[in-house]
Structure formats: C-alpha cells, structure tokens
C-alpha cells in the first residue's frame, strides 16, 4: 500500500482522519482493516515526523474509526509476568529422616510381634482416647501396624511423600508437620465415631497427611503467581490430592481400612501444608541465581 490516496478522486477537504499511527507499517495495518469493512481510505503524513494518518470519507469515518478501535483492542497482547521463584526444592529430602522414620517403624513392629498387647495399649481408639483421656493414643498408633505387607506399603508410599514434603518445608518441618497432620487425622477420627468404640493403628493417616501437605502447598504456590488463573487451576493440586487419596486410601465397607482416618489425616495436611506456605516468603530470585 502506498501513501497515496485509495480512492484519490475524492476531494483532499473531504477526508478525515480515522487514526493516526508512529509508523507506515501500522498505518497501513489499521487501513486494511477499514478496507475489508469495504471502506474507501489513503494513508498520509501526520502532523508529526514518523507519523501517519489513515482518512476516510467523514460518512464513513465514525463506523471505521470505531472498528479501528475495537481492532487495537482485541489485538493487545497483556505482557506475560514473570513467574515467582518457586520454593519446590529450595530444602534436601531429608534421607537420614527418612531412614529413621523407617527404622522407628521397624523397631517398634518388633516389639509388636514380640509383645501383642502393644497393639491394644497405643492403637488410636475413640474409647481410650475419648472415654478414659489417653491422650497419646493418636501419636502412637502412627507407628504401629498390623502385618507384613501393611508396614511395607506405608514405608513405600510414607518415603516418597516425605522426602516432596521434606523437599518444599525442610525436613525437621516437613517431618513435624506429617506426624502434626496424622494425629490430628487419628484424634478427629475417634471424635466423630466416639461413643462407637473404633480402633486403628497404622502410619497411613500420616503418609495421606504428607499427600495433604502437598496439595496445600501447591494451592499457595498457584494462588501467589501473577499470572492470572482460573479458580480451577489454582485448585489443581487440592483435586490431585483428593483423587489420589480416592485411589490410595479408598476401601469398600467393612475391608478393615480407616478410611476417615485417612480423609482427616488429609485434611489436616492441606490445612498445615497451606499456612506452613502461607507465612513462607518466595526465595529472592537472586538467592536462586547464587546456587
């Protein structure tokens, strides 16, 4: 397109501007736009140097240059804000806390097969807990279990959320916040069944309060960004979680599996893992960059 009039028998007094631009090319852009309206338009030197005007007919110089406003407008691109400094794996995973835990727990599942009344006397139980105040039984019973491939599958599972929660929080937290989150889970759980007598033992509710500290962690993560997110998306992480609690710790009645155990262990992780991220500050970005 040249600078020249589109339609150069018009009369010069007839035109008007439409629009005025710092470049040709701009100029040239926002009058092909008035041309696909089937508008008759040329482009000339502003009143500026570097500046372009596009004309148009005045009857037909209100309806382009409403278009041409509508135009920028859906054509402006919001600039992309940089992402905050992630604080996923600022800490170590915390091997050593790990393979104690797991020693704990094999330890004590020794004395368990030597000595069966350990069961009966540290399990989480509504009657104990609620009925006669033993207030230890919620924190106990996250280390006891029942068989051979019970210990196995919560060393398993417990290890590797562990060591993501030890990762974000830091071990010493993460590890305090796990063991928070499964005696609340126990302690909840002989509340709402009590005067029901319940028992349960097992680390399940702690590792599921792992999972829980996850998925409030990530919520906060999300919720910080600039970048603008639909509430789905910030919630991401809360519904990965529950999905695999679903799978993880899901059971048909009467299968023997404290299932409200493991949805309040949960529970209490993502409320720990929320304000444990809450009132944790993003790592400058420099502080990144020196590592």
């Given at each position: 397109m040249s600078e020249q009039s589109i339609d150069p028998d018009q009369p010069e007094e007839s035109w008007v501007d439409v629009g005025s631009y710092g470049s040709l090319d701009d100029a040239h852009e926002h009058a092909l736009v008035a041309l696909a309206m089937g508008?008759?338009?040329r482009v000339e030197h502003g009143g500026g140097p570097g500046e372009y005007d596009v004309q148009a007919e005045p009857v037909a110089a209100p309806k382009i240059s409403d278009e041409l406003v509508q135009?920028?407008?859906e054509s402006r691109v919001e600039p992309v804000l940089p992402l905050l400094p992630s604080n996923w794996g600022r800490h170590p995973a915390g091997v050593l806390h790990v393979l104690a835990w797991a020693a704990t727990l094999l330890v004590v599942f020794r004395f368990q097969a030597e000595n069966p009344s350990i069961s009966d006397r540290f399990a989480s139980s509504s009657v104990g807990l609620i009925g006669r105040g033993e207030w230890w039984r919620p924190f106990t019973a996250l280390f006891l279990h029942g068989d051979g491939p019970?210990?196995?599958g919560n060393l398993?599972?417990?290890?590797?959320?562990?060591?993501l929660v030890s990762k974000s929080l830091g071990p010493w937290k993460g590890w305090a916040m796990i063991l928070l989150a499964g005696t609340a889970g126990n302690a909840i759980t002989s509340w709402v069944t009590w005067p029901v007598p319940f028992s349960s033992l097992g680390a399940s509710t702690a590792v599921f309060g792992a999972l829980g500290i996850l998925s409030g962690i990530g919520i906060v993560e999300n919720f910080r960004e600039k970048v603008r997110m639909p509430w789905l998306r910030v919630?991401?992480?809360?519904l990965a979680g529950m999905v695999l609690l679903g799978w993880l710790g899901g059971a048909a009645p009467g299968a023997g599996v404290d299932v409200f155990g493991h949805v309040f262990g949960f529970g209490g992780g993502v409320i720990a893992g929320f304000l444990c991220r809450l009132s944790d500050s993003p790592e400058p970005i420099e502080a990144l960059h020196r590592r």
């Open positions: 508008e008759a338009v135009y920028d407008e019970h210990i196995v398993a599972s417990g290890a590797v959320f562990g060591m919630l991401a992480p809360l």
